[in-house]
Structures are given as structure tokens and as C-alpha cells.
């Protein structure tokens, strides 16, 4: 029997995964409270005078990193754990479908998921803005850049959930994950850190520094807040490292899932 | 079995070779030389609102911008830039989250009142930062002192730094040599015996590798600017007595003035120049003196391209 | 579902699965094989297939055992090493209490956990083969589904997973649905499904690629009256199409209606395996006849016989080798023999003695391995 071909099964497991996400409550109220969130910034840019702009892009482009990291972190840790917890997992991996399969579509229907989920929180603070400034400026183009690294972050997110929810409990999970995110956005401090000590700490801080996910340098909300541009290079080598960094950790997953025994 | 193990295989590469891209990217981004942590600081630069967005933790918050401010010092320092705008605010930041954070003062007096490129060139914030510190902790004779070295050192305001040293000295532990200091101000400021204690007390009351290694450094200044000015008197004793300038140490030491060849920290032996000068054999090996140098020759700064070590800064 | 049943003919080296290979055979070609099934069952003996026929599932020394605790790990023996070899078209059933080792037999199969020893070959393939899963369907114990998905739309995705074409897929959903009667509720998202409900879908999606052999397990539990009866005819049905069926269930009428045979596993190890005829009568050893007479004939005693007079009939019990002897008495005494029936213990009865704690070495509890 001719048993599909893995990348169509990838696409359906994602496409599943994505469909049932939207349809998942959960994801429509959060939409609505960072919806709500570009509101605020629109009354915070009324008094304060003059900052209006940096203001809305500062609370807008937080806001949305904040609510997608919130969102890939609750659905991404009840991903594979939920679908042992239910069993679901049991009659997916009864059909030709391998471990990794189902890793790597989950994967993708979670950053489907995270991309639509953006699309409209961005066009929330673009909406935001247009009403501040009554017009688009050149500067405005490096906002999308912003959110560009915000959805190369939850790439990084979304891998970590998945990977730490393919061998522990959803709320160990979530306690992974978040911490792994605070760590990230200050692993540059952490390189600092290494930097000031020696020794096997310092190379212990080193190591670790390297290891964390380094969102520090995915986030340039306050940059381009002010209208500063972002570098060409670090378009490109933030990408490259938010494709790396999460095949890493999707292999990472991929290993320990072949090997667990789905009790 | 093989299907299995096929995909493990797959997938330790994978990962492998991901985990090394990521590695080099990030060692690329590092390299673009824009930390995005201390370009933070040019854009929060309320260290109010910071204290206000730290919601409570600030302990933390101070102790990742006290790291900041020194790997920014360091990064520009090792750069060889003159350009440390925002060294003031990351330590402004710092002690405003955590004002008990002495090294951050100390830090401050040493680093940010010295002209470029041994310093941020900002004596006013460096005279604000210690105010602010002393503010905060009004026992603790370090700030007092700090005070009193800032004002001696970069604004050669002796008068004010007698107070700073009087006021620390009254503190019940304070260091035995500030109540020396603050009689000194007053009469022997400029004298080397007074310049080396101000040293000395600074290397011994931190534990900061770049600001010790800052104070020897000065130290070594002293002993060179001290033993050239002593050498250069025996050079005109000499003419007194003789008529004529000394050809060579050699002479001074025949004549009785001297016991051996004097050499400079360094090692090396002080030239006599034919016009009855003394020199060091190189002016760029010993930083911040003032005397034994070629006419018109500058009093070398520290460059860290002289520097062995490629740490930044600590070491 | 291009090629249906495409690779796997090389393994087939049999006529009639051939015959099968369409992409959902009908049910005429599936009466071609269905007497294989039938004198397995409704002979009491074991028959043995006299033609070469395929194992659908030839299980050897399958075992398991966990690490537990975490500080010292002790192992815990889920499965003691299994040996059990199913035929096409067969209907197994599983026996046993909760616990003993059911649902990690049919884990161990579906790869879903990783046997600590042994191997097993489903449908003449290594069971981690990934050609093996395209055709088998499997309904875990109290299935649980996605719950923002509708019964159809599960159903697609199903198929979608297990390869089925699009062109079929639609049709096929439709037909499942129809099949196990929930056409009513098909765009009803699952969350409001009853749990005899989700038991339904869970047979639709095992069966919904048409697979030549299904695991079911504990198909029938938590469900009501009616829906058990429904289970037992799907089964039955599949039977009839010539499916086979592994079911794992704690009852036993559900195994004594159902089986061709039946294994019976405690505590991780197999106690018994056999037709349930089989079962149930060969540790007896004994007859009954029932003849007409107004008192017992000596002859009869002489042989060892139990006998009771009731009116003008005598019920007698004797050992089974008698049954000649006894036979040969009651032909000399002229008397009228109204039945001969060997003494069946009930497979309650069986299982009741075969879930006590084993003693004894192990071949002899392996009585009845492979047919």
C-alpha cells in the first residue's frame, strides 16, 4: 500500500495542528487583548505629547512579542504532552505516519499558527500608528523588520515548547520554556557575564551563554521605536541563526521523541 | 530497526550542524560590534522609568547593568575607541536601581573623569555619580574618598578634596590613610609622597582587576616621574661642582652621586641626554608620566594594542 | 492509495490476497476467504491450517519491563516474554483483568513503546516496518480525539495520514460514517461527543483504510447494551470481510461470542492460548451421557462413573477414555442413549483458575502455543 509521501503527512499533521489552534478559544481572546493593548497605546500616545509614535511602537511591538510568546508557549507545551495525556497521539502513530513526522508538522502548524497570529497583531499596531501619524513615514519599514525578528523569536519559542513537551509534563514544560525565554533575552548579558570570569565558570558561562537562545539581538523594538535603521547584516545573520537554532532544537526533539515509550 | 536508527542518524547531524551554524551566527552578530544591551541605554535613559519597568527586581536589574557598564567600557576600551558616551548612563542606571552598588562608584571615579582614551572624559558626571553615592550611603569612607580622588586627580581641586578626605576620615572604619590624605591636601598636594598613598589607598581598597591595574600603573608613573626629577638634580649638583654636565650615568655613579645604573619600573636604564635631561629609554612603555620624556613628547596613554592580554578589560 | 496494496504483494505469496487487492474489496471476494475463519471455530479440536497460510501476526518472545522510581530503579515487568501467532482472517481475542498486560501488548505492536526483547512480524513484516501500518487500523482503550474537529473532518484526517487518496477519501468517510451510525452528528465538533460516541469514531478511523488487520482495544467497554451489540456485529462483519481481528477485553462473554480463539494473559504473562472450545474442555477430560434407564448399570460403576438417577434417566460422568467402555455397556444393557457431550468447563471457569498466581514451570502454562 502506497502510504503518502512524508511531506504531505507533515502538511496535513500541521494544517491539523493549525486548524485546531484557531479553533481553540484561547487564540481568538488573546488576539483581542492585544488588540485591546493597541487601543492603549493609541490613549497613552494622546497624552504623551510629542512621543506618540515611539510610544505605540514600543507598547504595540512588546505587546505582540509578549501575547505570541504567551501563545506559543500554551499551545506549543500541550502539543505532544496533550496528545499523549489523551491518547490522541496513539491512533496518529498507528498510521504511517514516523515520530518525526509528526515532530516536524506540529512544528509547523504551531509557526503557522504564531504567523497568522502576528499578521493580524501587526496590522493592529500598523493600524495604531497610521492613526498617530495620520500618514507612513520611511522609518516605518524598520517596524516591520522588528516584527519580522519578533516572528523569527517565536520560531525559537515554538521550537522549545515542542522540544521540552516531547519528554516532560506541560506545566514542567511551560516552566522550560519561559525561563529558557527570560534566560535568552539576556544571554548577551550572560556572554558578558563569561566574559568577566575565568576559569571553569567562565567557561562554563561561556558555553552556556552560547548555548541559551539569544533573543537579545532579535529584539530591537526600542531601535526602531526611535527610527533608527537595522543593519543588513543583522537581518540576515539573525535569520540564519533563527533557522539554525531551531533545526537544532527540532533535532533535539526529533531524538529524544524516537525514543520515548508513549505510556 | 533501520528505518529507526536511520532517522537518529539524520537527526544527530542535523542538530549537530545546526547547533554549529547557530554558534557562528552568533559569534557573527556579536562581531557587528552592536550590543543590543548597551544600545538599550540610548533609548531608556531614564533611570527612573528603568526603576519603574524593573517592577521590583531590581537587585537583578542592577547587577546585568553593572556587567553592561563594564563590558562597554572594556569592548570600546580593546577597540581603541575614544568614545565611551555611554559608559555615564549605564552606571547612572546602575546605581539608580541598586544605589548601595559601591564598585559601580569606584568604578565611575576611576573611568569616567580621565580624559579619552583612559577614560570617559566626564568629570561633571563623575562628580554627580558621587555625590549621588554619597547621598545614599553617607558611611561608607570609599565614596568620600572616591570624591576626594576625583577632585584631586582630574580637577586638581585640592581644597575640595581635603574636605572629601576630612569628611571620610570621621567615619569610624575608615582607612588609616584618609585622615593622612586630608592633612596633605592642604600643604604637599603636588608632592609624590602624597600622590603615591592616593594610589596606593586606591589599589588597596578594590578588589576591580582594571582598576588596580590602573593604579599600578600610575604608581610606576610616580617612581618614574620621582626618580627623574631626583636624577636630573644630582645632574645639576654635578655641574655645580664639576663645571660641566656628567658624559654618562657612569660618570654620576664615579663621581659618588649614584649606587649603580638606576632603572626605571620597567626595567629599563635611564638615558642622560647630552643637554643634562634624563629620559626613559621608551616613552610609550610607561603610562601617565609626566617627566623623563623626548621635548614636546606627550605623556603616553594606555593603548590596548600594547595590552598582552586580549580580555577587554578585567585581568 | 495509488498503488493499493501495492509492496506488500511481495510478501503475499497467497492467491487470495490478491484476489483482495483492490482498494476496498467487496464483500463477494471476502466470502472467498472466509472459510478459514468458520472450521476453526465450529470445530471443538484443534485443527491445525493444513494449507500454507500467512500469520497475520507471529509475535516471539516479545517482552517488557520498565524502569521505576527514581532514585533506585527497579523494573517492573509489564510483559513477560509473549509467544503468539495469529492467523489471516482470525479472530483473536485478548483476555484478561486490568492490568495484565493487554494494552502493552498492543502498544509493543503499534511501536507506540519499544519491546525490551524479542520481535514480532505483522502481516510478514517487521512490526516497525512502515509499510506495516498502512494496513492495520487500531482503536485504543477509551479513545480520546481531537476535540475542535468534527467526526468527518477527523475522519479526513485520518485518511489523509494513512494515505488514502482524496478521490476515495471523501467516499470513504461518508461510508464509515454511515457504518458505524453517526452520519446524524458528522459536523458536530467531537468535545460534544459522548464517550460511546467517541467509541464509534474510534472504530471508523481504525477501519476507515480499509485495513487487512485491526486492533481493537477493549472495544466494548463503557459502552451501553446497544452499543456493545453494535461492536459485536462490526466485528462480526469484519470477520465476514475476512479482516483480521486482535481485541483485547476483560469480558468474557465478549470473548466466548467473538473469538475464533483466545489468549489469556495475567499479570504479563500468557496463561493459555486456544479455540475457546479448546479452552474450556480440554482440562476435563470427562463425558457426560444421559441414556434412559430406571437404575444405573453396574457395567457403568465398574468404569468409574458418577451417575444420578432422575425419573426414568440416568445421568452419568465418566473420564473421557471410558467413553467407548461406556458406550459398549449401554449397547449390551440395550438402553437408549439420549447425548454424549464432553464436560465443558465454562471460560469463566478457565480464566477464574488461570488468574491465580502461577506455579509450575513455564512450558506447561504455554499450553496450546501455536495452533
Known sequence: ?263 | MSARRRVNIVAAALLLFSMTGAMAMLYAIDGLGRSAVTQEALYINSPKVLRRLSLGYTGLLADIYWTRAVQYFGTQHHKGSSDFRLLAPLLEVTTELDPRLLPAYQFGANFLAPKPPSGAGMPGSALALMKFGIEHNPDEWRLYYNLGFLYYTELKDYARAADAFALGARIPDTNPFMPILAARMAQHAGEFDTARMLWFTTYQSTKDTSIRENAVEHLQALKVDEDVTQLEELVAKYRQQRGHLPASMSDLERAGFIHGIPTDPKGHAYKLMPDGRIEVQDPQDIYFITKGLPPGESSPQPRPAQNKDTKPISR | MARPHGTPVDHFPFTFVIAAAGPFPSSTHNIAYNSFGDPCRSLGVNIGFKRTTMSAIEILDLEKSYQVGFWRKREKVALRPLRLTIQEGEVFGFLGPNGAGKTTTLKLLMGLVFPTGGSARILGMEMDDPRVKSQIGFLPEQPYFYDHLTARELLNYYGQLSGVAAKLRTARVEDMLERVGLMESANVQLRKFSKGMLQRVGLAQAILHDPKLVFLDEPMSGLDPMGRREVRDLIQQLRHEGKTVFFSTHILSDAEALCDRVGVIHQGELRGVGAVVELTSQAQGKIEIIFCAQAVPAGLTQLGAEARVSGDMVNAVLPEKQQDAALEVLRRERLKLISLTPVRKSLEEYYIQNMRPMEGPKEENRKGVGV
Not at chain 1, 78 to 92: F, P, Q, W
Not at chain 1, 140 to 148: K, Q, R, T
Not at chain 1, 159 to 167: G, P, T, W, Y
Not at chain 1, 176 to 197: C, K, N, P, Q, V
Open chain 1, 1 to 263: 500500500m502506497n502510504a503518502g509521501r512524508a511531506d504531505a503527512r507533515i502538511g496535513f499533521i500541521a494544517f491539523n495542528t493549525f486548524r485546531e489552534a484557531v479553533r481553540d478559544r484561547v487564540l481568538y481572546n488573546l488576539i483581542a487583548f492585544a488588540l485591546l493593548m493597541s487601543g492603549a497605546a493609541i490613549l497613552v500616545g494622546e497624552i504623551s505629547i510629542d512621543i506618540e509614535r515611539l510610544v505605540v511602537v514600543n507598547l504595540g511591538l512588546t505587546a505582540v512579542s509578549i501575547f505570541g510568546v504567551v501563545i506559543a508557549i500554551f499551545i506549543g507545551i500541550g502539543l505532544v504532552s496533550k496528545e499523549i495525556d489523551k491518547r490522541t497521539l496513539y491512533t496518529v502513530l498507528s498510521r504511517p505516519v514516523r515520530r518525526w513526522e509528526f515532530v516536524v508538522g506540529k512544528f509547523f502548524g504551531l509557526t503557522g499558527t504564531l504567523v497568522v497570529n502576528t499578521l493580524f497583531m501587526a496590522i493592529g499596531v500598523l493600524l495604531a500608528l497610521l492613526y498617530t501619524a495620520h500618514k507612513f513615514e520611511k522609518m516605518d519599514e524598520w517596524v516591520l523588520v522588528a516584527l519580522y525578528f519578533i516572528v523569527l523569536q517565536f520560531f525559537i519559542v515554538c521550537a522549545l515548547a515542542l522540544f521540552f513537551s516531547s519528554f516532560s509534563t506541560p506545566l514542567m514544560s511551560a516552566v522550560f520554556t519561559f525561563a529558557l525565554f527570560i534566560i535568552g533575552s539576556l544571554a548577551e548579558d550572560l556572554r558578558g557575564f563569561a566574559r568577566m570570569s575565568h576559569g571553569v565558570g567562565g567557561m562554563l558561562a561561556t558555553a552556556i551563554g552560547y548555548l541559551v537562545p539569544n533573543f537579545s539581538a532579535l529584539n530591537v523594538i526600542s531601535q526602531v521605536a526611535h527610527g533608527d535603521p537595522v543593519a543588513g547584516r543583522l537581518i540576515l545573520y539573525n535569520t540564519l541563526y533563527a533557522v539554525f537554532y531551531s533545526a537544532m532544537v527540532i533535532a533535539g526533539a526529533v531524538l529524544i521523541f524516537q525514543h520515548r515509550n508513549l505510556k
